[in-house]
């Protein structure tokens, strides 16, 4: 069986799961105090950026901080889960295929659902851009070009994030504990993003980035911005090894 029909099978798995479902309602629940307090965006003169950009780094801050990371918790170990309920794990790990290519598999649906969400993300922004634009009788709408160079980024970033998501949900069998350490881990983030080794954590990647794009954005403030070194061969280290142990630990526990 090839790779690509791994990760076709698993796609037929989520879509009876309700991933998808809670991807979206949080990816809405995100952008409702946008559009309740559109307002405020007028009143960034201080900092120097323009309404409609405050009103996009805003939203895609809240989502890169936590929205999207917790979200991403929930999906590895939802993942892992529509394997566990039925015992669907050990028809896989019966199959003579490699468990590696099995955990590779389910790790690229979980970079497919991440893509998921953001895309549902910009595609909302436009949506509440539209709304507040009416109800403030200004254009907050900005090139689609420039909003998905943003989202891209921040997608990006967060692939060593989700490669440690995905080794927490493989190694931690217990869905609540894993779940637990998942959210726990994300809280930091908000304190590294202004240290020097910032890199070290990938949780707080995502915020990094658009952290720095907001500096780049609004004239009068200043942030840290993007080193690529040592941040890209340390993120790819993460990456490696966390997958790498993921693939060494998958299934081991169903196979006692």
Same mark, same amino acid.
């Given at each position: 069986?090839?790779?690509?029909?791994?990760?076709?099978?698993?796609?037929?798995? /989520?879509?009876? *799961?309700?991933?998808? %479902?809670?991807?979206? $309602?949080?990816? !809405?629940? #995100?952008?409702?105090?946008? @559009?309740?307090?559109?307002?405020?965006?007028?009143?960034?003169?201080?900092?120097?950026?323009?309404?409609?950009?405050?009103?996009?780094?805003?939203?895609?801050?809240?989502?890169?901080?936590?929205?999207?990371?917790?979200?991403?918790?929930?999906?590895?170990?939802?993942?892992?889960?529509?394997?566990?309920?039925?015992?669907?794990?050990?028809?896989?790990?019966?199959?003579? /295929?490699?468990? *590696?290519?099995?955990? %590779?598999?389910?790790? $690229?649906?979980? !970079?497919? #659902?991440?893509?998921?969400? @953001?895309?549902?993300?910009?595609?909302?922004?436009?949506?509440?851009?539209?709304?507040?634009?009416?109800?403030?009788?200004?254009?907050?709408?900005?090139?689609?070009?420039?909003?998905?160079?943003?989202?891209?980024?921040?997608?990006?970033?967060?692939?060593?994030?989700?490669?440690?998501?995905?080794?927490?949900?493989?190694?931690?069998?217990?869905?609540?504990?894993?779940?637990?350490?998942?959210?726990?881990?994300?809280?930091?983030?908000?304190?590294?993003?202004?240290?020097?080794?910032?890199?070290?954590?990938?949780?707080?990647?995502?915020?990094?980035?658009?952290?720095?794009?907001?500096?780049?954005?609004?004239?009068?403030?200043?942030?840290?911005?993007?080193?690529?070194?040592?941040?890209?061969?340390?993120?790819?280290?993460?990456?490696?090894?966390?997958?790498?142990?993921?693939?060494?630990?998958?299934?081991?526990?169903?196979?006692?």
């Amino acid at each position: 069986m090839s790779f690509l029909s791994l990760v076709g099978i698993e796609f037929k798995k /989520i879509r009876r *799961s309700k991933i998808l %479902l809670i991807l979206t $309602v949080s990816t !809405i629940i #995100l952008w409702l105090p946008s @559009i309740f307090n559109a307002n405020l965006n007028f009143g960034m003169q201080a900092e120097g950026i323009s309404p409609e950009n405050n009103f996009l780094i805003q939203g895609f801050m809240g989502m890169a901080w936590f929205m999207f990371p917790a979200s991403m918790v929930v999906s590895t170990v939802l993942l892992n889960m529509t394997e566990r309920s039925n015992k669907g794990i050990l028809k896989m790990l019966s199959l003579p /295929i490699a468990t *590696s290519r099995l955990c %590779l598999a389910k790790f $690229v649906v979980l !970079i497919a #659902l991440a893509a998921f969400q @953001i895309l549902m993300t910009v595609l909302m922004y436009f949506v509440s851009a539209g709304i507040v634009s009416q109800t403030q009788d200004y254009n907050f709408i900005l090139q689609p070009l420039f909003v998905f160079k943003e989202a891209g980024l921040i997608f990006i970033s967060a692939i060593p994030m989700l490669a440690f998501f995905w080794f927490l949900s493989v190694c931690i069998q217990t869905p609540i504990f894993s779940i637990g350490v998942g959210l726990a881990s994300i809280v930091p983030s908000v304190l590294l993003i202004n240290t020097k080794i910032w890199f070290a954590y990938p949780m707080a990647y995502p915020f990094f980035v658009i952290t720095a794009e907001y500096g780049k954005l609004a004239s009068n403030l200043t942030a840290a911005q993007v080193e690529f070194i040592p941040w890209i061969p340390v993120a790819i280290v993460i990456t490696i090894l966390c997958l790498s142990i993921s693939c060494l630990c998958f299934g081991q526990a169903e196979r006692r």
